[in-house]
């Protein structure tokens, strides 16, 4: 009875795959394009740390399409981080990506979206994140673990150099974005970014308030912890507030847009925000989300895992799509056998198999082109 059953299954399931519609469009066409910039929005709405990812190439695509109409995209995307932290209001096409030269993360994710009603949702993605080790000059920054003690020592010093010149707000580190360093004639300079949020200071340390229209912004600071430059800039109107060049924490400091030459006392030492840090020691940088929608994960490739552990696909989820991929190479995915076995099974030549075009055996236009390098 088991085998029956197990037999009818299987005869279904290889019915939906035969009359599963595969498309290979070109990457670069309207429709891939299409896809991508809503996989792109999506993984950055669901990126709450670090800096926003643009698209830079469209690297495969396939569409299956059912007996119903219902459609299903699997995507293969490239991103780069650009210098738009997740909480600036910039939109997108205004943030400039990083760099090589300034160690640039590239992101590569496997997307799947449907299409219902004309309108196309995500269901599932899985995301690996890694900093591009490419054209690494002598001389160059070298970013530095975001737990380093001695550049959040530096990031510490020039933050209570900025509230020490601004009267009216006090700041906390909500995050840091970034912490590098770099080999200079006059020796070591650190490069730090990193979010900054109003605080109450009422109390030892700072403790940065928990309110939706609390100001945040984004502070840039390079030198050493005793003399150093900070430029922050407050997301709601990205005008600079602050532009402290300072010299040693004793001495005198060109400020911008302050109304007074008096400095204040220095405020007490605020801690940096590391609930949002990884745990893993040595992170450099602020990964995408990893896997979302793990039920969907037999849909994606193994070339985005961040790690070793799969998540077992429940019998049946998968197929009821589209049938899952074998590997990373799209040449070697699973429905590729599939199909052209449904087809050249009949030894009969009453069936013009000339006469039927399989989409999958068209030789796709893919990858696209790349938008940045």
């Given at each position: 009875?088991?085998?029956?059953?197990?037999?009818?299954?299987?005869?279904l399931?290889?019915?939906?795959?035969?009359?599963?519609?595969?498309?290979?469009?070109?990457?670069?066409?309207?429709?891939?394009?299409?896809?991508?910039?809503?996989?792109?929005?999506?993984l950055?709405?669901?990126?709450?740390?670090?800096?926003?990812?643009?698209?830079?190439?469209?690297?495969?695509?396939?569409?299956?399409?059912?007996?119903?109409?219902?459609?299903?995209?699997?995507?293969?995307?490239?991103?780069?981080?650009?210098?738009?932290?997740?909480?600036?209001?910039?939109?997108?096409?205004?943030c400039?990506?990083?760099?090589?030269?300034?160690?640039a993360?590239?992101?590569?994710?496997?997307?799947?979206?449907?299409?219902?009603?004309?309108?196309?949702?995500?269901?599932?993605?899985k995301?690996?994140?890694?900093?591009?080790?490419?054209d690494?000059?002598?001389?160059?920054?070298?970013?530095?673990?975001?737990?380093?003690?001695?550049?959040?020592?530096?990031?510490?010093?020039?933050?209570?150099?900025?509230?020490?010149?601004n009267?009216n707000?006090t700041?906390?580190?909500?995050?840091?974005?970034?912490?590098?360093?770099?080999?200079v004639?006059?020796?070591?300079?650190?490069?730090?970014?990193?979010?900054?949020?109003?605080?109450?200071?009422?109390?030892?340390?700072?403790?940065?308030?928990?309110?939706?229209m609390?100001?945040?912004?984004?502070?840039?600071?390079?030198g050493?912890?005793?003399?150093?430059?900070?430029?922050?800039?407050?997301?709601?109107?990205?005008?600079?507030?602050?532009d402290?060049?300072?010299?040693?924490?004793?001495?005198?400091?060109?400020?911008?847009?302050?109304?007074?030459a008096?400095?204040?006392?220095?405020?007490?030492?605020?801690h940096?925000?590391?609930?949002s840090?990884?745990?893993?020691?040595?992170?450099r940088?602020?990964?995408?989300?990893?896997?979302?929608?793990?039920?969907?994960?037999?849909?994606?490739?193994?070339?985005?895992?961040?790690?070793?552990?799969v998540?077992?696909?429940?019998?049946?989820?998968?197929?009821?799509?589209?049938?899952?991929?074998?590997?990373?190479?799209?040449?070697?995915?699973?429905?590729?056998?599939?199909?052209?076995?449904?087809?050249?099974?009949p030894?009969v030549p009453?069936?013009?198999?000339?006469?039927?075009?399989?989409?999958?055996?068209?030789?796709?236009?893919?990858?696209?082109?790349?938008?940045?390098?």
């Amino acid at each position: 009875m088991n085998t029956l059953g197990v037999t009818l299954v299987l005869g279904l399931l290889l019915g939906v795959w035969a009359q599963t519609n595969i498309e290979r469009p070109q990457c670069d066409s309207p429709e891939a394009e299409e896809a991508a910039l809503v996989a792109q929005d999506y993984l950055n709405a669901e990126h709450t740390q670090g800096y926003k990812f643009a698209l830079n190439r469209i690297e495969d695509i396939k569409i299956y399409t059912k007996p119903d109409g219902d459609k299903t995209y699997k995507l293969e995307v490239e991103l780069l981080e650009t210098d738009c932290h997740v909480l600036d209001p910039t939109p997108l096409v205004n943030c400039t990506v990083r760099p090589k030269m300034m160690t640039a993360v590239e992101g590569d994710c496997d997307v799947v979206l449907k299409r219902v009603g004309g309108v196309l949702t995500v269901t599932a993605f899985k995301c690996k994140t890694e900093e591009s080790t490419e054209d690494i000059c002598l001389g160059c920054s070298t970013l530095l673990p975001l737990n380093d003690t001695t550049a959040l020592d530096f990031v510490h010093k020039s933050l209570a150099s900025f509230n020490n010149f601004n009267e009216n707000v006090t700041y906390a580190v909500f995050e840091v974005g970034r912490m590098s360093s770099q080999v200079v004639s006059g020796g070591l300079v650190y490069l730090a970014e990193y979010v900054v949020v109003e605080a109450n200071c009422t109390e030892d340390p700072c403790v940065p308030l928990n309110d939706a229209m609390a100001a945040r912004g984004i502070c840039t600071a390079k030198g050493s912890s005793i003399a150093h430059s900070v430029n922050c800039q407050m997301f709601l109107t990205m005008m600079p507030v602050i532009d402290a060049n300072v010299v040693d924490v004793n001495s005198t400091v060109a400020v911008t847009n302050s109304t007074s030459a008096v400095a204040p006392a220095l405020p007490p030492m605020v801690h940096v925000h590391t609930g949002s840090l990884s745990p893993k020691l040595g992170l450099r940088y602020h990964k995408l989300t990893t896997l979302h929608n793990p039920e969907l994960s037999g849909l994606l490739s193994a070339e985005s895992t961040e790690s070793d552990e799969v998540v077992p696909v429940a019998p049946g989820v998968a197929n009821s799509t589209a049938p899952a991929d074998a590997g990373s190479d799209s040449s070697n995915s699973a429905e590729v056998p599939v199909v052209v076995k449904k087809r050249d099974v009949p030894i009969v030549p009453v069936v013009p198999a000339p006469a039927v075009v399989d989409p999958i055996a068209v030789v796709p236009v893919c990858p696209g082109r790349k938008r940045f390098f």
